[in-house]
């Protein structure tokens, strides 16, 4: 079974400060990897796409990195605010398959 | 550009009872998914559309869930009966389907507590 880790569960940072995040993935068939943030009680909000064939996408103050050799992606997100508070969910598109399997997210406080 | 509209957002139900749930995907995304989020959890797919056609259902239990999009446009996901366990956000997504693994733009979910 493909199984997607992420590490640490929770963090909590002060608010000015850069941060990493990290995913681990088994499946080395990856079609894709993206990130989500989800706000609580809400869906999930697409904040990065990163094809198989890419090393890393910028989103502003977010840059996703893709290491398929070595099952890993982080999202790093710079000079962090407060209203960056969320969980942050990556997934992984399954090559063979249209369907993207989730790790159990990061919870991200940042303290003004 | 509206995003993927669920309703309704959150159903308390007593166990046993029959209960359905509503999505309308973005305008042109010809694929659609059903997922579920426990607490604490990511979401696990259930169900996947292309079109009209469920191409993806092996992890929907079909005892007691069922689930269709009869124009290929909007879908309803339906539980009968719930049980406890069902309690959980139920996520709807859709995608382009253009080429394989698109992006996913995900709904605000419906919660279902069953009591």
């Known amino acids: 079974k493909q199984e997607v880790t992420q590490i640490p569960a929770a963090l909590s940072v002060p608010e000015g400060e850069n941060l990493v995040l990290n995913c681990s993935f088994t499946d080395s068939a990856i079609y894709n990897l993206q990130w989500f943030r989800q706000d609580p009680g809400k869906g999930l909000t697409s904040l990065l796409l990163i094809q198989s064939s890419q090393r890393e996408q910028t989103s502003g103050r977010l840059n996703a990195s893709l290491d398929k050799s070595s099952g890993r992606s982080t999202l790093y997100i710079a000079a962090s605010q407060p209203g960056d508070s969320a969980t942050y969910l990556c997934a992984e598109g399954q090559g063979g398959s249209e369907k993207l399997v989730f790790g159990k997210g990061t919870k991200l406080t940042v303290n003004p | 550009e509206a995003g993927v509209v669920q309703s309704p957002r959150y159903k308390i139900i007593e166990k046993k009872q029959p209960v359905a749930f509503w999505c309308n995907p973005i305008s042109g995304h010809n694929t659609l998914y059903w997922y579920l989020q426990n607490l604490g959890q990511g979401p696990e797919l259930l169900i996947r559309y292309e079109n009209e056609e469920a191409v993806d259902d092996s992890q929907l239990p079909k005892d007691r869930f069922s689930a269709e999009r009869l124009k290929g446009v909007d879908s309803t996901l339906k539980i009968q009966p719930a049980e406890l366990g069902d309690s959980a956000v139920y996520l709807c997504?859709?995608?382009?389907?253009?080429?394989?693994?698109?992006?996913?733009?995900f709904g605000p979910g419906t919660r279902l507590t069953v009591l």
């Open positions: 997504a859709s995608s382009l389907g253009a080429a394989r693994n698109d992006e996913q733009f």
